[in-house]
């Protein structure tokens, strides 16, 4: 899709670039993803949106459930509200780790006519075929998300069976060589 195809009813409306990235490692460590990740707004004036926003305030959050995310939050309660025309990211499945959210925010996206963007493409939740697609990519996130914890756990297993896992120790103490 290209800017000239999206309705002036889009357009008027917010566009909110949300960034994100899991853990304070990646935010000290992987600038180029933030970089990309801010270069969106760009992209969102680029389609012709003149609001454009840009929530950072989950950067070193996961999105696994267990955490509160302010910017999130912010984010679907501007859906809500009707004001939002696009929701820009790079990864439309990042936007949430988990089923309950990530449809939760396409269900509302589809009511009042907001769009994904993410690199691949725009996409309209309330059309079948576009909720479909952002659907699989959510769930494929999931699943990815799931196996990858998986292997971490099973690595730890098998570590401990051969004796070779270890956790810190508090000051003073060392494990046994």
Known sequence: MKRG????????????????????IQVEGNLESQ?????????????GFRDVVVIDDDLGVSASGTSARPGFESLVAQICEGIVGGVFCLEASRLAR????WH???ELCGLVGARVFDVDGVYDPSH???RLLLGLKGTMSEFELTL??????DAALAKARRGELRFG?????????
């Open 98 to 101: 988990n089923g309950r959210d």
């Open 169 to 177: 120790v508090p000051i003073g103490l060392v494990w046994p060589s």
């Open 128 to 130: 079948p075929n576009d």
């Open 5 to 24: 195809e999206l309705p002036v009813s889009v357009l008027e409306r917010r566009a909110i670039v949300y960034v994100r990235q899991s853990t304070l």
């Open 35 to 47: 970089r990309r990740q801010y270069e969106l707004a760009d992209r969102a004036r680029e389609f």
């Open 148 to 153: 990858m914890r998986r292997r971490l756990l």
């Open 104 to 106: 939760h925010l396409l």
